[in-house]
């Protein structure tokens, strides 16, 4: 059981612990081999390479002196948050920014993941807290006292059972995750061809003026198979292709927003789709938030999605809470996009949910449908925020986002569109369910095995020992 594990300081159980107490490293603003790490990269376990600073390899070689990174290395957030926890991958060129601590594990006493998953339990992030000091703008972990943390140690046996368990529900996670942004990614780059730089018209212009086949060449563009590919396609696949390509113009006209396929419309947003916002119930009125019955969000929903998909909610409202919502609760299927601080996380509901005032939704049933309209968002994005004004922070209000234009391809293009990419977005959605049920899994078992409630096999434990 766990209260026999003995308890130990991290200090003494660490081959490496260092703090990086170095200032601003300078930035290159072109990419290079080296990249640091920030306290923004450490977020749920995980450390998010994504948006590294990228610097030069004098800079790397100094603020490396005192020590490397390692794969498996344990990073620790001192400040600006406290207690966010990673683990540094197989990759070169890393390096710590500020506030960071940097801890290897001793591979005789000590397993690397089991250093996470302790770092992650209740247990030590309740240390974490009480090891907070003031500072003079914000609260920090002294450096002194992040060699202080305790933690139970069972056998290096059970270390590494319990780092397997919970790995490979993080691991199945992480294949989720990537796996969601091929198929994210995927369905854009449809998006980009036909509607961004409308490829298929293009080609059938390029076939007209060459003396060739424009379907042909349509169908080419739409699947990136060449003739000989084409000619070995089952029959219905070819026949399904071909009629797709013939749903698109061989011709553009100029429009408002430049040469579009000849056919189409240009609309506005509000025109499109109906557009709502939403409300906060006064948070001091119990009545608005007991019972707990309908989900209810904001932006901060959304802060740490990854995939634009939305489960579930913090917060729930009650019938009375609803009431002083004017927009209600908006159906599954309705697009919402942040409409500030900051503006711009996107996700397309799979429950009904009410909504506060830092979104803009767009109901489906519209001219425009939300998978639509939510690439449509993604490729616009830039232009959304330049619709953006306030003295305090940045928004923009539905009145400032219901002119702007859209292209309409009309509902024929629009269905077979949705044909194409729904069965991508649909496959998205269940790895990003897949995954929450997984991490919920993960989150439950976490502090039982950390704690010992929760045994591993003993006799395993005696004859690894």
């Known amino acids: 059981m766990g209260t026999d594990w003995p308890i130990v300081r991290v200090k003494d159980v660490c081959s490496l612990i260092v703090d990086c107490v170095n200032k601003t490293a300078p930035v290159s603003f072109h990419p290079t081999k080296f990249r640091m790490i920030r306290t923004t990269n450490v977020r749920n376990g995980k450390i998010d390479l994504s948006d590294c600073k990228y610097v030069d390899e004098e800079t790397y070689k100094k603020w490396t002196r005192r020590a490397r990174l390692e794969a498996g290395d344990v990073i620790l957030t001192r400040e600006a948050p406290i207690g966010e926890v990673g683990q540094i991958p197989e990759q070169d060129g890393l390096f710590l920014g500020q506030r960071l601590m940097q801890y290897r594990a001793d591979p005789e006493k000590l397993d690397g993941r089991f250093l996470l998953y302790s770092f992650l339990s209740p247990q030590l992030q309740h240390q974490f807290g009480s ?3 003031s ?41 989720n995750r990537r796996i969601n942004q091929t198929l994210e990614a995927m369905a854009q780059a449809v998006f980009k061809s036909w ?39 089952p029959r219905d696949q070819y026949n399904q292709l071909a009629a797709t390509a013939a749903l698109f113009p061989d011709a553009v006209e100029e429009l408002e927003l430049g040469e579009i396929p000849k056919g189409w419309e240009i609309s506005t947003i509000g025109e499109m789709v109906e557009i709502a916002g939403g409300a906060t119930p006064d948070t001091k009125n119990e009545s608005y938030w007991n019972p707990p019955e309908y989900f209810w969000t904001s932006p901060k929903d959304l802060s740490g999605a990854q995939s634009p998909v939305f489960l579930t909610t913090e917060r729930k409202i009650s019938t009375a809470g609803l009431s002083r919502i004017g927009s209600g609760l908006l159906p599954k299927g309705t697009l919402l996009m942040s409409s500030r601080a900051p503006i711009g996380y996107l996700a397309i509901t799979q429950i009904p949910v009410a909504i506060n005032q830092g979104y803009i939704a767009m109901l489906p049933g519209g001219k425009l449908p939300p998978l639509y309209l939510l690439m449509w968002c993604q490729q616009n994005m830039e232009e959304i925020k330049g619709q953006a004004n306030g003295s305090t922070f940045m928004e923009i209000s539905k009145k400032a986002f219901r002119p702007m234009l859209v292209i309409n391809p009309g509902s024929v293009v629009l269905d077979r569109f949705i044909e194409t990419v729904a069965p991508l977005f649909g496959k998205l959605a269940e790895g990003v369910k897949e995954s929450s049920q997984l991490a919920k899994l993960r989150d439950t078992l976490l502090p039982k095995l950390l704690s010992g409630e929760l045994s591993i096999n003993p006799m395993q434990e005696a004859n690894d020992d």
């Open 195 to 233: 509607f961004v730089d409308f490829d298929p018209v293009k080609a059938k212009i390029a076939a007209i003026e060459q003396d060739q086949d424009p379907l042909r060449a349509a169908m080419r563009a739409i699947s990136g198979k060449t003739d000989a590919e084409l000619d070995q396609m």
């Open 135 to 175: 500072g003079s703008v914000v609260s920090h972990i002294r450096v002194g006292d992040c060699f202080k943390f305790e933690m139970r140690l069972p056998s290096l046996a059970v270390q590494k059972r319990i780092g397997e368990i919970l790995g490979s529900l993080d691991d199945k996670i992480d294949l």
């Open 131 to 133: 090891h907070e000091g």
